[in-house]
């Protein structure tokens, strides 16, 4: 949290930290084909691209190794990892497992776009809503 003593209070910074700008930038790396599986990369590589020291950089490595993106290979650095072809089998049974409960529960669509507690609202007829009393002074 940063304080600025002109505003009277703390202001909370609400940017992406160094190591989740680290995370993105590898995943847009990934994707535009800058960085391939396979190949092997370096901590101090990414860190000079990326123009940010070695911590932020090795604490997005270690958060994109727990979901599988990378491998890291000791004293020597990481490469990327796919998933294989049984890793995606495993992934999409469990989204079979889970998604097709979950719609089987989802209720019915109401055939209109009424809420099934709303009633239709009575035609007005000529004569005033409330009984009007007639003042004779």
């Not at 932020?56 to 990378?70: F, H, N, S």
């Not at 890793?87 to 209720?107: C, G, H, K, S, T």
């Amino acid at each position: 949290m940063v304080t600025r003593p002109s505003l009277g209070g703390p202001i909370i910074d609400v940017s992406p930290s160094l190591t989740q700008r680290a995370i993105e930038a590898v995943r847009l790396a990934i994707r535009n084909g800058a960085m391939v599986p396979g190949e092997l990369y370096t901590v101090n590589q990414l860190a000079t691209e990326l123009g940010v020291s070695r911590s932020p950089v090795r604490d997005a490595l270690l958060r994109l190794e727990e979901t599988g993106m990378i491998k890291f290979e000791r004293y020597r650095g990481f490469r990327l990892q796919l998933p294989g072809p049984g890793d995606l089998a495993q992934i999409f049974a469990v989204r079979v497992a889970l998604e097709i409960p979950a719609a089987a529960r989802r209720p019915a669509a109401p055939a209109t776009n009424r809420s099934p507690r709303c009633k239709p609202r009575a035609r007005r007829s000529g004569r005033p809503r409330w009984p009007t009393t007639s003042r004779t002074s």
